[in-house]
């Protein structure tokens, strides 16, 4: 039997996404050292790219839960020499109990799960960061409850954020105003699968009307490091500030997945103030991955 992955957020149902948030929030709460639902079990963590949040994240609730968790990176694995993704995915997962990887094409997180016998979760492709929206919607649900209906407004660049925005609001079943540069605009497939929960704006004030939630990234991505003397320039009418929050709802929040750089997509204002949920919602990348390995591990 093929094994439940976790590569985007389509692959779990509506129901689900809601278990697994209130399951973090229970996880949060209440914190029994003697629950060890992974224990002896090993998560392999491959990143072609830097972390902070998703590597801590993964390793602590791994060791909270009883289990170990082993970095991989291409430099010093055969991975980054060129050994096919196929007989990577089939040695590592013959060793291992589940696998989360982070890398630039999304076709390799695809391709490695086709190969895998464990289950393997997206840690962040240049397409989707599945596990960051898990993190962001348990956060709206502790401050805000339901998200039904709701109205998010994404500002900045139509990226993997924005991508995996946009699945979350097909499956939870939320409006999301898109404000982003012609030429940066988020994957017409993936916006076109949405429906007409998803509308385009060209000015981030029109977007951030009757905004529950105003959500950002940065102008350019890990990969696109070059590229970020133009992005500043293309992006320079979509900074998330005050003007931004004072036009949203004013019990909206403010989202970021980090790392931020405060002056350019947001100002310093607007994340660090009072409508800012940051630190909740990296925090949140904790517990709710500890019930998504808890979710792929014992209950399938
Ligand atoms: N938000 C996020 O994924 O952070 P890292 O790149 O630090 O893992
Ligand atoms: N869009 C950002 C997210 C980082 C967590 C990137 O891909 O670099």
Redesign the pocket.
């Known amino acids: 039997m093929q094994p439940r992955h976790f590569i985007s957020l389509l692959d779990i149902s509506s129901s689900e996404f809601r278990r697994l948030i209130n399951r973090a929030i229970e996880l949060k709460k209440h914190r029994d050292p003697d629950y060890q639902p992974l224990k002896g079990q090993v998560l392999g963590m491959i990143f072609e790219k ?6 801590i994240s993964f390793e602590a609730g791994m060791a909270h839960f009883g289990g170990n968790a082993i970095f991989l990176s291409p430099r010093d694995t055969q991975l980054g020499r060129g050994e096919p993704i196929e007989d990577s995915a089939k040695v590592i997962s013959s060793m291992v109990d589940c696998i989360m990887l982070r890398t630039f094409n999304h076709e390799t997180v695809t391709t490695f799960a086709k190969h895998a016998s464990v289950p393997v979760i997206n840690g ?1 492709t240049d397409e989707q ?1 599945p596990c ?1 929206l898990l993190a962001d919607m348990q956060t709206y649900f502790e401050y805000r409850g339901e998200i039904q209906g709701k109205t998010v407004t994404w500002i900045g660049d139509g990226n993997n954020m924005c991508h995996s925005y946009i699945h979350a609001a097909t499956v939870l079943d939320f409006n999301l105003n898109i404000a982003a540069p012609h030429a940066y605009l988020p994957s017409k497939i993936i916006a076109d699968a949405a429906g007409n929960r998803v509308r385009f704006f060209d000015d981030a004030i029109a977007a951030a009307k009757n905004a529950d939630l105003i959500v950002t990234d940065v102008w350019a991505s890990m990969g696109q490091e070059e590229e970020q003397k133009q992005r500043c320039l293309a992006f320079k009418d979509y900074q998330v500030n005050a003007d931004i929050m004072k036009t949203a709802h004013q019990d909206a929040v403010f989202m970021h ?3 931020a750089h405060r002056g350019e997509e947001v100002s310093a204002e607007v994340i660090d103030g009072s409508q800012s949920l940051i630190f909740a919602e990296a925090e949140n990348r904790l517990h709710s991955q500890k019930a998504l390995m808890e979710f792929l591990l014992c209950h399938q």
Not at 50 to 55: E, F, G, V
């Open positions: 830097s972390s902070t949040r998703t590597r962040l960061h960051q997945c980090l790392p």
